[in-house]
């Protein structure tokens, strides 16, 4: 049996706060004022990552020297990372790039007070955007992306002497390893220590120098839309969504690799790939999608170790990810043994190489409509994310999680103390949360 908890996305009530104006962090000593140009793959999301770590003080500091700390680190940790206190702008080209001049104000900081003991947010393993949507600061009133600032930070001390640090981040300026990167700097520098990873913010190598790939190559470089024939977005509307972790610990891993090998079609497949492909035929059943219509698998794949001839600096800053896709019917997902979908993820990671990665640089289409995600499952994978080295000071956070998670997203995360598991994370309407959890619990 998989241990399993809902979520009380639509239940619960906001944590209660009291809330300063935002103070607007520059970085201490003067920075470079050029324009910071970004690459094509930071093109590829443009969104705001919101994220929450929760610590217990435990005594070794009270809330408010803590959050003097992380403000006055975040002032010193900028000068390394200044591009994340400019502003993004677009040019008459429709590239992205970020403005770092004298007129931007900086970081936005709030300082909050919760009325609450910190043991009200409970397991975040399982999001609920209800409950933690007052912990990571948003600017009010500002919906377009370019009007936002790159990051924002936010520290809400508890009764308790809990604390909880909310960061806003922009995908276009990070990946989730870079994310990570910058947040343990930010770490190190409160606790007074050498930045055992300095930032190379030089995304240029990343940047397109021709544009040598013709139209057919192109096309193949793209993620294709699926029109919305099972009409699933109508059953989105119709249900509750409910949300559910789902643990996945080495044995129940070894037996869907066993699984998958059954029949001698493959030799070997990791964690990730069996999981990313049971994970998508299972989802298509739950969805009841159609035989003879398309589904979608998009991930990213890491190309920080599939650069040989010009491989990407260590501590490279930005986003060092590509994105990727598996396409099938849905019947030939369901009806083939796992072993077909978990070859399709292989060669989907297999096929990023030097050439390919090349080849996107070159015909990525800054100006080109996002594509649909309907009939798509789209897997975030932090299981090599080390967040619990976000130590300012006072210990390891308790928790980490993100305060929502769209309804196209598994996320995966590390599960045990060894980290060797994976905790699964979904939101499904009810209906096919109820055959979801049949078909998991049939392994």
Not at 164 to 191: K, L, P, Y
Not at 201 to 222: A, G, Q, Y
Not at 340 to 361: L, P, R, S, T, W
Request: aromatic share 8%.
């Amino acid at each position: 049996m998989f241990p399993m908890e809902e979520s009380q996305e639509n239940g619960c009530t906001p944590i209660s706060a009291r809330m300063t104006e935002p103070v607007f962090i520059q970085p201490e000593t003067e920075t470079c004022k050029e324009p910071y140009f970004l690459s094509s793959l930071d093109h590829a999301v443009i969104d705001m990552m919101k994220t929450v770590y929760i610590y217990k003080l435990d005594g070794k500091k009270s809330g408010e020297e803590a959050r003097d700390l992380i403000k006055q680190a975040l002032a010193k940790v900028l000068v390394h990372y200044y591009p994340l206190a400019g502003r993004l702008r677009r040019s008459s080209s429709g590239n992205l790039f970020v403005e770092c001049n004298n007129s931007i104000k900086g970081v936005p900081f709030v300082e909050a007070v919760a009325d609450s003991e910190i043991e009200k947010l409970g397991d975040i393993t399982v999001p609920d955007t209800v409950m933690l949507e007052n912990l990571v600061y948003d600017v009010p009133g500002v919906e377009i992306i370019l009007e936002m600032p790159l990051m924002t930070a936010q520290v809400t001390r508890f009764k308790c002497g809990g604390l909880v640090f909310g960061m806003a981040i922009n995908h276009c300026m990070v990946d989730g390893i870079s994310a990570m990167q910058f947040v343990n700097s930010w770490a190190e520098t409160a606790r007074g220590i050498t930045l055992t990873m300095p930032p190379v913010l030089d995304r240029s190598i990343l940047m397109p120098k021709k544009p040598s790939v013709d139209k057919n190559d192109s096309e193949k470089l793209t993620v294709v839309d699926i029109s919305d024939v099972s009409k699933i977005e109508t059953l989105y509307q119709e249900q509750k969504m409910i949300y559910k972790s789902f643990k996945f610990d080495q044995n129940k891993l070894a037996g869907l690799k066993k699984k998958a090998m059954e029949n001698g079609e493959l030799t070997y497949c990791s964690s990730f790939t069996v999981l990313a492909a049971f994970l998508w035929r299972a989802r298509s059943q739950a969805l009841k999608m159609k035989p003879q219509r398309q589904t979608k698998l998009v991930f990213t794949v890491d190309i920080r170790s599939k650069l040989k001839t010009n491989p990407l600096p260590k501590g490279f800053f930005g986003n060092g990810v590509l994105v990727v896709q598996c396409l099938c019917t849905a019947e030939e997902l369901v009806q083939k043994p796992l072993s077909f979908a978990v070859k399709m993820v292989q060669n989907a990671i297999q096929m990023v190489n030097e050439d390919y990665i090349k080849g996107f640089i070159e015909s990525f289409d800054v100006n080109a409509r996002p594509p649909s995600l309907t009939s798509t499952l789209v897997i975030t994978s932090w299981t090599r994310i080390a967040f619990n080295a976000a130590d300012f000071g006072w210990g390891e956070p308790t928790q980490f999680g993100s305060t929502r998670i769209p309804k196209e997203v598994g996320l995966f995360i590390p599960e045990g103390k060894d980290k060797n598991g994976i905790v699964l994370v979904l939101g499904l309407p009810v209906s096919a949360m109820n055959t979801f959890q049949e078909l998991i619990t049939s392994i």
